[in-house]
């Protein structure tokens, strides 16, 4: 089994920044296609930003150029920055990893954003 713990999220203005943390249970090197989604009340959960084991990176459209997504391996922590965040980034951010084919998830973080 694998846990996922979210956290930073938080509230601030239009324009601003925060930096998400998942920290996981195992060592991030045993998790595979690791990734942030987030949700908003109503709507499906949606991909945001994702890195393979391998280092390779991925963003949706909406986000690119403002988040960035990194794994620090020492601390077996996923990083989400954001930048620039507008009023469309609130919404609850997850964190997922993939561990022996089986999906898991955090619990969320909330993220809101005024302006």
């Known amino acids: 089994q694998v846990q996922l713990v979210e956290s930073g999220g938080g509230l601030v203005q239009a324009g601003g920044s925060l930096r998400l943390s998942c920290a996981a249970s195992?060592?991030?090197?045993?998790?595979?296609?690791m990734g942030w989604y987030r949700q908003t009340p109503g709507r499906q959960r949606e991909w945001v930003a994702s890195?393979?084991?391998?280092?390779?990176?991925a963003y949706a459209d909406s986000v690119k150029g403002r988040f960035s997504i990194s794994r620090d391996n020492a601390g077996n922590r996923l990083v989400l920055q954001m930048n620039n965040l507008m009023p469309d980034d609130a919404a609850v951010y997850y964190c997922?990893?993939?561990?022996?084919?089986?999906?898991?998830w955090g619990q969320g973080t909330q993220v809101t954003v005024q302006g």
């Open positions: 997922r990893g993939r561990y022996r084919n089986r999906d898991y």
């Open positions: 195992r060592d991030l090197s045993s998790i595979k296609g």
């Open positions: 890195q393979v084991i391998g280092g390779a990176r």
